[in-house]
């Protein structure tokens, strides 16, 4: 499977799929999942599984390089998937990018990349976001959400707190020698401490966040 064979396809800005040839179709149609009707979008839960709801115009990562294709893509957070739509009017999505080390994506201005971060699993793949990179490391950024079920209010409240999806943000590093991310405190002192060599230019980093 080449890159040059994914590049003959692309959908366009209506949602019209063009494949120049039947093995251009199905060469990206190895890259999809169907999402199974009985993992559609949680009712009656507060909160929602997007950061962001909407397709984005997006370009899809094989090994490292970009394929000549658009497509509309965007982030499950609750279920850790790139889901594919037709454009950015789409609600509903009935696929999704297959979880692979070798495929990742560009939505909007993030950059997605897949890693196995539980050692115990190492077919198990999570999406990780890259926020900063230069010669030395790159660190990262997980945003997922937590399902946490419906429980009784506080005392004196009575009736329940509804069942609900909470923002959960992780941070993970790479370098030259470590490979697999490690995951980081999410404070300032942490990642500075860690990379004193770089004080400067992560200062800078943290200042524009």
């Known amino acids: 499977m080449g890159v040059n064979i994914w590049g003959q396809s692309y959908v366009d800005v209506t949602g019209a799929n063009r494949f120049s040839s039947t093995r251009a179709l199905d060469d990206f149609n ?6 199974r009707e009985d993992e559609d979008l949680i009712e009656n839960i507060k909160g929602s599984m997007y950061f962001n709801e909407i397709f984005q115009e997006s370009i899809i990562i094989f090994k490292g390089n970009p394929i000549n294709e658009k497509a509309f893509l965007r982030y499950n957070s609750y279920r850790d998937e790139i889901e ?22 560009q939505i909007g201005s993030e950059l997605f990349q ?10 198990e793949i999570s999406y990780l976001i890259q926020i900063y990179s230069d010669d030395n490391f790159k660190i990262y950024t997980q945003k997922s959400k937590k399902f946490v079920d419906e429980k009784p ?10 069942a609900r999806l909470d923002d959960r943000i992780r941070l993970f590093y790479t370098s030259q020698a470590i490979t697999k991310p490690v995951e980081l ?5 942490s990642i500075l401490n860690l990379f004193p060599e770089d004080e400067v230019k992560l200062k800078k980093f943290i200042s524009e966040k």
Do not use: T, W
């Open 114 to 123: 897949a890693f196995s971060l539980n050692p115990k699993k190492e077919d």
């Open 84 to 105: 594919i739509g037709k454009n950015n009017n789409q609600k509903k999505a009935n696929s999704a990018l297959i979880k692979d080390l070798n495929v990742g994506a």
């Open 30 to 35: 190895n890259l999809k999942n169907v999402i």
């Open 185 to 189: 405190k999410i404070n300032k002192k």
């Open 153 to 162: 209010a506080p005392s004196g409240i009575g009736g329940f707190l509804p």
